[in-house]
């Protein structure tokens, strides 16, 4: 599938996921980033752009 995104959609997209990451490395070190950035692209990919729902799919992976 090809997605396209507007250049605001990519920072807003680029803003998420850093904010993502900085909670994942309180919550867990160890968590991989390449896993939480697939889990927020997928879910992003679909146009899912509601924050808390891309948090939950880069903590949970059964939320995809």
Not at 3 to 12: C, P, R
Not at 47 to 56: A, F, H, P, Q, W
């Amino acid at each position: 599938m090809h997605v396209s995104y507007s250049s605001d959609e990519l920072k807003n997209l680029a803003r998420i996921l850093n904010e993502i990451l900085v909670q994942a490395r309180k919550r867990d070190p160890e968590m991989s980033t390449d896993d939480i950035v697939q889990r927020v692209c997928a879910l992003a990919d679909g146009g899912e752009r509601d924050i808390r729902k891309l948090e939950s799919a880069a903590f949970d992976p059964a939320a995809l």
